[in-house]
C-alpha cells in the first residue's frame, strides 16, 4: 500500500453484527471488499446476509483485518479467537479501551472506537454511512505492529471517518467525560422527571425540547451500559465526582441569588458550547515528515500519541526499514499548517525529523 493510497479490497471479518458491526460491513462491501460475519445469535448471521451486510457466515481465515464489535466484557475472549483463526490485524470498538488493551498483548491487535452512534439499535439500524465524517480513536500500545497501526487506519479511511491515536488511558478519561458520564446523567435526569410525574401526572406531557434532547440518549440500549460502567469504572466515578461538585457549585450561586455568578456560568458554557468543534479538519495542503526511528516496539505508539497532544492529525503513515543496523524511518504526512508543531515536538522528545511540503 502507498503511502497516503487506500487499501485494495479483500477480505475482512466481522465479529458482532449489531449496529456497529453491521454499518462497518455495510461500508466495506460498498467498497468492494468481502465481509465474513460471526454473531452469538444464528437468526443475526442469517439477517446480515439477507440485509447485504456479509457474504458469508464465519470468519475469513485470509482476512486481512477483523473487527470485533461486540459488548465490551467479551471483546478480550473474542480478539483472542480472533487472532487464533485468522491470519491478518484485529481490531475492537468497544468504547473502553485501558482493559482491553492491558489484556492482549498481541503485535496484530490494536484498539479502537468510533466516535459515532444512532438512536436505532442492532442491524436494522445499520448505515452504510454511520461512519462518515466521525472521529475513529486508535489505542496503539508498545507491542503494537506497523502493519496493525496501517491497516487499520487506512481502513478507517475506507469507511469514511478520520483516525487519531491516544494512549488508552487518556481515551479513556476523555470518553469518560464526552460519552459515558452524560449518557448516566440523562439516565438519572429521566428517572427524576419519571418519579415525579407520578406525582404531577401531566410533567411528561410538558416536556419541551431541551428537555427531550438532554434525555434522548437514555432511549439507548441499556444492555451494554452495565460493562462500559465496570470496564471504565475509574474515569467515569472522577467524571461524576466532578460533575457533582460542579452541579452542587450551581445550586449555590441559585441559593444564594447570585445573579452575576449565574450569568458567568451560563455565558461561559454557551461560549464553550457555540465553539464546539464540529467532525474533523479538512487539510488543503500537506507537509512530509521524516523522522528516523529506533527499529524497536512502542515506535508508532511514542509518536502518534505525541501527535494527538499536539492537536496534530497524522494523516498517513508508512515505515521503512534500513538494512543494516537497527533503524528506520518513520515517514508522516500530516497538515502543513501543523507540520512545525509537531516537528518541534519531535524534536523535543529527541527525535532528528526533516520537514517537506508535498506538491
Known sequence: MNLMGDPEPGWANV?????????IGLALRANGWRVGVVDADPATEQEAINRGVA????????????????PVGVIPELVVRALAETAGVVTDVGSAKAAICAQIDDPRF????????????????????????????????????????????????VLGAESIALPATTHDEMVALVSHVPHLTSA??????????VEHRALLRLAAGGF????????GRPAIWPDICLANRDAIVAGLDRLVATISHTRSLVASEDRAGLYGL???ARTARLNLPVGYEHVEKASQLAVPIPDRPGEIAAI??????LDVNILDLEISHSGEGHQGVMT??????????????????????????LD
Do not use: C
Request: hydrophobic content about 45%; overall charge negative; aromatic content about 4%.
Open 15 to 23: 465479529v458482532g453484527a449489531g449496529l456497529i458491526g453491521g454499518s
Open 55 to 70: 457474504d458469508r457466515v464465519g470468519l475469513e481465515p485470509e482476512a486481512a483485518v477483523t473487527v470485533v464489535a461486540a
Open 110 to 157: 490494536i484498539g479502537g472506537h468510533p466516535m459515532a452512534g444512532s438512536d436505532q439499535d442492532g442491524i436494522a439500524g445499520a448505515r452504510q454511512d454511520l461512519f462518515t465524517d466521525a472521529m475513529w480513536v486508535l489505542t496503539p500500545t508498545e507491542s503494537t505492529s506497523e502493519t496493525a497501526f496501517s491497516t487499520v487506519r487506512a481502513l478507517i479511511r
Open 188 to 197: 438519572a435526569l429521566m428517572n427524576l422527571a419519571d418519579s415525579t410525574s
Open 212 to 219: 427531550r434532547d438532554m434525555t434522548r440518549i437514555s432511549a
Open 266 to 268: 451560563l455565558d461561559s
Open 304 to 309: 502518534a500519541t505525541l501527535a494527538a497532544e
Open 332 to 357: 508522516l504526512v500530516v497538515d502543513a499548517a501543523k507540520a512545525e508543531r509537531l516537528l518541534g515536538g519531535l524534536m523535543a522528545r529527541g527525535y532528528r525529523p526533516t520537514l517537506r511540503e
